[in-house]
Structures are given as C-alpha cells and as structure tokens.
C-alpha cells in the first residue's frame, strides 16, 4: 500500500506541475454499470445524428475495459477553462458572433495532452508500468469516469459537474497497469435545479441527464456537416460556434476561478468577432484566424454558414453586401443559408431580384429549396 500510495502523491504532485487543476482515480470496474445501457439507447434512438463515429466505436465506448484489458488503474486529470465574464453577454450583441468558451482558447486536445504525456511519463519511468493516454477524441467515455473516480457528476445537462470548478473543467485520462488506490466517486449534487434543462433554446434534453444531439445548438453548428434545419435557425440566435447556455447557469459555476493556464484564456481572434469578419472569411483566411484554436477543426464552410444564420438573425441590413456576395459561394451550405440570412434582412423587392439572378442557374437542390420558401419561413 505504501508503494500505490507514494506513487499516486507523485501522480497528483505531477498533474498539478504539468497544468492540471483537479486529478482523481478509480479502476475500470467502478464504472457506473447502467453506462453501457445509456449508450445503447442513445445510439439506438438516432440521438447521436450524424455523428456515425459514436455508433461505429460503440462497443470499445461501453466499458473502460474494453479499450485496453490491462488496466488496472484510470487517472483521470481535469483542466480548468472558467471564463473571466459572463459567457451570455455575447447574446446581448446581435452583430457579433458568440464563440463557445472553450474554443476561444488554443485548441485544448493540445493543451490536454501534451499535459497527459508528461504525466504519464513519469508515472511510467518511476512504476515500470505500461500507460496510455487519451483525450476526448479517443473511443473513452470520460465523463462517467470522472464521475467514477471522484472529478464531478454528471449533471442533468450530461456534462461533468465538479464542486470546485462547475462545469468548466477539460477531461484527459490515463490508463495505467499500475495498481494505484482509488478515490471515491462524487454524489450528484444537482437536486431539483433544472436551469440548464430550461435555457435550452432548441430544447435538446428530453429529460433530465438525456440529450438529443439533433436539437442541440453546439451539435448542429460544430459537427454537422449538413444544412441546419429551419426550425432551429432562428434559436441558434448569434452563436456561430457551439452554445454555452446550459453550461453557463450552473450554480456551482460560483466556486470556480478563471482558467490558471494562459494557453486556456480567450484569444483576440475568437473573441466574439463581428460578424461581418467572419462573411468576409475565404478558406485562407479562415485557416489563418483560426489556425490555433477548436473552431480550425469545423472548416471555413461550416463557420460561414452558421455567420450567415446570426446574420439572419441580427436584423443588420448592413450585413447584406456580404450576404450578397455569399449567393454565388463555392459552397452550397453557406449558398442555402446566404438565401436564408437575405431573405431576412432584404425588402421584398431586393430579394426578388436577386432570386430572379441566381435561383435559376443554381444548381443544388437545397439552395433552389431555399430561393423556393416562402418568404414568411424565413
């Protein structure tokens, strides 16, 4: 006991040195055994949406054992990103576009792992144990294991709650052969609050500790790859990059300190940008402003297709020169939502003229939809 316990205050004593605010362990069969259960749900009512990795990696997803039978001890380390202000005020300013709190920062798969690696370095040149890393790119559910060994609970909005830090902590895990003494999991603490349940502007939680990816904002406007449905445009309001609503009105957000690490703090690029930057983007542009941080993975297309959506919403008609230019976009994504967002700030008559000029030589099927809306949908 002397050996697992010496080695785990290196661990910690490492994990703090290396960046890491919180950091706990727990062993593969602690895991809350209905996890599996709940995967299978979710992936069999199509809440998963077009994300076809989720269902494709199900069966290693179901059990922290299933990624690696060796282990024997999971650390799992958490990295505090708590914003300085309010992360809602953005919503205040129509003309300006709402970047999720953690896309504002470098891209935090970076940040995590280079963190993961030196922990897990010396874990292993002090123990002699194998070790292996994961941040959440990997087949690993680590909000249950978070859970598991103690970091938070996972609260009705399905993301990890912690007592310290609220619901602003990144997740990286270590899987180790080391026999290390584990920690108990954390009580869920939400009781009968439901803030994150009721600002939901899609309504994307059926019940509490459900989500339904479909309806929810940071899904459709980060992973999806397809035309955003009509009925959430106009809820998804300015937040061109992910949605911090439910996130932000945790009551437990009070205990947390702002992000210690620099490399987690806003960067001027992502910091609510207005939106006329981000129509005027072209792929090069795209790449350049965005080079280090989350929102590079997404793509120029997709961005500027969500711009086009909180341009629509604005009520800015001095958004429409770049809305215009956008009608004859190489992508039919930011097309469809170009005739969208025009349709909503042009008079009838400029609208009119411009679907005369362009509906009919357009050529897919979902822009010439569009042009063929009525114009009250909009």
Known sequence: MAMTTNLKDLVLAEARAAGFDAARVTRPDAIDPSTGHRLAEFLNEGRHGDMQWMATTAERRRHPGNMWPDTRSIVMLGMNYAPTGDPLAVLREPGRAAISCYAQCADYHDVVRAGLKRVAGSLARVSGADVKIFVDTAPLMEKPVA?????????????????????WLFLGAILTTAELEPDPPEADHCGTCSRCLDICPTRAFPRPYQLDARRCI??????????????FRRPIGNRVFGCDDCLAVCPWNKFAQAA???????????????LAE?????????????????????GRDRVVRNALIAAGNSGDATLLPAVERLLQDPSALVRAMAVWALRRLADPERAARLQAQHAPTEPDQQVRTEWASPATSA
């Open 218 to 231: 940071a899904y459709l406007t980060i992973e999806h790859k397809g035309h955003i449905p009509a009925e």
């Open 147 to 167: 859970a598991a060994a103690g970091l938070g609970w996972q609260g009705k909005h399905t993301n990890l709650v912690s007592r310290r830090f609220g619901s």
């Open 278 to 298: 981000l129509l005027a983007l072209d792929d090069a542009g795209f790449r350049r402003r965005f080079a280090r941080t989350p929102v590079k993975r997404t």
């Open 260 to 274: 210690r690490l620099t490399k987690l703090k806003a960067l001027p690029a992502t910091a609510s940008p207005p």
